[in-house]
DNA sequence: GCCAACGTTGGC
DNA sequence: GCCAACGTTGGC
């Protein structure tokens, strides 16, 4: 099993939305950056995600979700109407790529990116490294685990 | 709102 | 293929 974090703005959505979806499932589509895509194609089913929640107030690792389908064609690349629409993508030449996410878990107490800046533990995290924007990273396991042990 | 750190685009 | 200009992310 992989460990991943994936980044939404709360105030576009949330994990309480993620949770508050029909089944605790939602599609997470509209990723447009190639290294982000390459972790998405990388994951697999029963995959834990952490979900982040990024420019707002307190950005910090809220939750847990897991991976429930894995990569398929994301549809907003194809609709003109939706703001990632790319012309250039097509099912016979695909681009981009959704994958489908289960809400498993809030924390009682969000892990803080300042909290993690704090740790040395986890200095070499993805999330903090020198200029890392990515919306889908992978997670190693023991800062997963160190992670975890605290939020609980 | 500022700005650093990217990624992308497009002219050449 | 280079690189300047531009756009985006996201913490602060």
Redesign the pocket.
């Known amino acids: 099993m992989n460990f991943w974090l994936v980044?939404s703005e709360p105030d576009s959505f949330s994990l309480e939305d993620l949770q508050s979806r029909p089944n605790a499932t939602e599609m997470w589509d509209g990723v447009r950056?190639?290294?982000a895509r390459n972790n998405l194609k990388s994951m697999k089913q029963g995959d834990q995600v952490f979900f982040y929640h990024?420019?707002?107030k307190v950005?910090a690792i809220v939750g847990i979700a897991e991976v429930v389908r894995e990569h398929y064609l994301d549809p907003t690349a194809s609709n003109p109407d939706h703001s990632g629409f790319d012309p250039k993508h097509s099912e016979e030449k695909p681009k981009w790529y959704a994958v489908d996410v289960q809400f498993k878990q809030a924390f009682k107490s969000p892990i803080t990116?300042?909290w993690i800046?704090q740790q040395k533990e986890l200095q070499d995290i993805s999330l903090i490294s020198?200029?890392?924007?990515?919306?889908v990273m992978p997670i190693d396991a023991k800062h997963w685990e160190y992670i975890v042990a605290r939020a609980r």
């Open positions: 980044k950056n190639y290294q990024s420019s707002c950005p990116l300042s800046k020198k200029g890392s924007r990515l919306s």
